[in-house]
């Protein structure tokens, strides 16, 4: 008889020894006194089997022990001759893919000069079409001036992000009137740009949340989104009746699972001026909707700030939109404030939330969530006091100007060119358009292509020219411009 094991049912380790006899190899708990509450489990096995099955057993035990899992080469079979042969001919991996031939190398305008209304590309002076110098502050003497003073008063940066002594009165000053200017309740500035919206996004739309995403967003839309880890629906591009088949499918989705919907947030993400396409969009239809489906309405404002609007407001004043109705506007202050970085604004709760982000550094779980929340605000050094206060500046300007307007018959003041019929290759599109560019530039007028990412990109633009239109450019001058475009299509296109 073969005793095999006893369990202990009531016991949270079981720790068993191995006894062998002459007869028969018996399993037992090393606790002899809770064997009154096992239960025993037994096989007859033969003394001739038992045997057998011990020294299989043993002889496992002995091949595992002395046993290799491999076998180790004492010797290469190569002369040294054809190993120094074999490490010649080897080539890495590229560490990028290799460039087509077709597609056209990168090449860079040169500027000299500030890109002002007459620009210096290439050692060409030309009328600048390029930049978004929308209202012609970039060269502005109290702008310069203003800057000068904050340069000689602070140094030229600040070697801090904003909660490590990288906040200076300049910062908060500039807050309180962007603040002021868009009449919101407070207002945060970012160093960067393009982090501005790419970290405003994540600080609320979170895992499992959902967005709704117009198709021609800007990148920088696009990389905050793929930092939410959100879940992301794409509608057609200002196409209000895609957007609302879209919010109909997750309403009923939602009656569903209405646990999952009720914490479940909805936001709806668009541009107030497309970067892309130089489109506005139907922000009235989009609070109509936001009411109806009970989403968010985040509004990228970039392009549109300082140039929609009677005071350049954005596309809120341009539509005559309660800004209320807008839970977080979002631009940067590259274009027509002249200067660098970027804000949001919008109620005081939803600021906050920006702010003091940075104080969830007290627990490892809120450590992970500060990354994820404001990188761009808690990690980024803080923006220059100098340009701090050239966008004060440009601000006053903005004020007593009572609204600068675009020269021209256009709303939007940057629009592109593309081909009505493509050659069938992205590369020789790219082609065509940059000998249009180079033309143009040849007689004083420039212009530059939009470029993108192209692998980056989830809905790639096509290839085009981006024209972009300021307050300093005259009547005449657009007109040159026109029909100097039109003439370098017909050569080139016939």
């Not at 030229?156 to 002594?165: H, I, Q």
Request: contains cysteine; charged residues 25%.
């Amino acid at each position: 008889m073969v005793q095999i094991f006893r369990f202990m049912p009531n016991t949270r380790t079981n720790v068993f020894c191995a006894c062998a006899t002459s007869d028969a190899m018996t399993l037992a708990p090393a606790d002899a006194g809770q064997q009154q509450d096992g239960v025993r489990a037994t096989v007859g096995v033969s003394g001739d089997g038992a045997s057998l099955l011990r020294g299989i057993l043993i002889l496992w035990i002995i091949r595992l022990l002395f046993s290799k899992t491999y076998k180790l080469q004492d010797s290469s079979d190569l002369t040294e001759k054809e190993i120094e042969e074999i490490i010649e001919e080897w080539q890495p991996e590229p560490l990028v893919p290799r460039m087509s031939k077709e597609k056209p190398a990168p090449s860079y305008n040169i500027v000299s000069g500030p890109p002002c209304h007459k620009i210096t590309v290439n050692g060409k002076q030309c009328i600048n079409f390029a930049s978004f110098n929308f209202l012609g502050l970039l060269d502005n003497d109290r702008v310069k001036n203003q800057a000068l003073q904050s340069l000689r008063k602070y140094g030229v940066g600040t070697c801090g992000p904003r909660g490590f002594y990288g906040t200076f009165d300049v910062h908060l000053e500039l807050e309180d009137r962007l603040a002021k200017f868009m009449r919101t309740e407070e207002a945060i500035i970012y160093s960067y740009g393009f982090a501005t919206i790419a970290s405003a996004i994540p600080a609320y739309s979170k895992r499992g949340d959902i967005v709704f995403v117009d198709e021609a967003a800007c990148f920088s839309i696009q990389k905050g989104l793929q930092a939410s880890r959100s879940h992301i629906k794409y509608f057609r591009h200002n196409d209000m009746e895609d957007l609302e088949r879209i919010l109909k499918q997750q309403e009923l989705e939602d009656q569903k699972n209405p646990r999952k919907a009720r914490v479940t947030r909805r936001f709806i993400v668009v541009e107030g001026l497309y970067m892309n396409t130089g489109a506005i969009c139907p922000l009235p239809e989009l609070v109509k909707l936001k009411y109806k489906y009970k989403v968010r309405i985040f509004l990228e404002e970039s392009l549109s700030f300082g140039v929609l609007g009677q005071h350049g407001r954005g596309v809120t004043e341009h539509f005559g939109v309660n800004i209320d109705d807008i839970d977080l506007i979002s631009a940067n202050m590259e274009n027509s404030l002249a200067s660098v970085g970027g804000f949001c604004c919008g109620r005081s709760f939803v600021i906050d939330h920006q702010v003091f982000a940075l104080l969830a550094q007290k627990a490892i779980s809120d450590y992970v969530l500060i990354v994820i929340l404001s990188q761009g605000y808690c990690f980024s050094a803080s923006l220059p006091p100098m340009l701090a206060s050239a966008a004060i500046e440009a601000l006053n300007i903005m004020e007593e100007d009572q609204g600068l307007k675009v020269v021209g018959e256009s709303i939007s003041p940057a629009f592109h060119l593309q081909l009505e019929q493509s050659s069938g290759s992205r590369e020789s599109d790219v082609r065509i358009l940059n000998r249009i560019v180079e033309y143009c530039m040849d007689r004083k007028i420039a212009l530059t292509q939009a470029h993108y990412l192209e692998k980056e990109e989830k809905f790639l633009p096509p290839p085009s020219i981006r024209v972009v239109v300021t307050v300093e450019q005259t009547e005449e001058e657009l007109e040159m411009a026109a029909n100097l475009i039109k003439e370098a299509a017909q050569n080139i296109l016939q």
